[in-house]
């Protein structure tokens, strides 16, 4: 059987490249209004980082890395290495500079990302950003995961990434996602991601139940007919 949940796996890029050009949540004829913007969390005061590791706030002055990617010391990975690497790929996404993302991408994302670049979208995407902010979990499986949350002027969108070293170096592999992701979002919102993912796919798996009232009537109509 097809596995449409991974089929629909780049579709999360699609999603958000829609939301950051404006062109999803717009109401329609006769919809109620999209509710109020969302306000963003005041950033903490900068905390210490843990010993002979070197502070997010010095990495991204050493590195050039856009302020407006917000990654606390609670959230960050335990070496520079990772953290340097963390801050590059998001980097990447805040300035439209494809040269800090593809590296660490995995073939489906890396094809997407291509197409985002040749016509355009990732270079809108950045212009439209005002803080990417990036949250720490994992994923299900126990695989280490990273949730972006972008920050525009009326909206905010998600994206989840779920990051691969067993190779030596980070690769990241955006996590399926579905419209209207962020507000299924809360206190947990790694464990909420992953659940209205595992929900959909349970949906998918169901039977439809159009084709099961076809095959009946069809069922009847032969014994009906013997």
Known sequence: MINLIRQRRPECWVLMAGLL????????????????APKKRVRAETKPPPPMVTSIEELMAQHGIDPRVYL???QAPGT????????????GFATGRPEGITPMLKPVEKEELDRMVQ???????????????????????????YLAM?????EMGAQMWIMDDSMGAM??????????????????????????????????????????????????????ED
């Open 171 to 224: 690769q990241f592999e955006a996590a399926p996602s579905v419209p209207g992701m962020v507000e299924y979002l809360g206190e947990d919102p790694f464990e909420e991601w992953f659940a209205v993912i595992a929900d959909e796919k349970q949906q998918l798996s169901e039977p439809d139940l159009g084709l099961l009232e076809i095959e009946a009537s069809r069922m009847m109509k032969e014994a009906e």
């Open 21 to 36: 050009l404006g062109l999803t949540g717009m109401p329609g004829c006769g919809e109620d209004p999209p509710p109020p």
């Open 72 to 74: 606390e010391e609670d």
């Open 150 to 154: 972008y920050w525009l002027p009326d």
């Open 119 to 145: 016509d355009g979208t990732l270079a809108a995407m950045s212009s439209l950003i005002e803080e990417i902010e990036i949250l720490s979990g994992t994923t299900p499986e126990g695989q280490r995961a």
């Open 80 to 91: 520079d290495a990772a953290r340097v690497g963390l801050l590059t790929f998001f980097d």
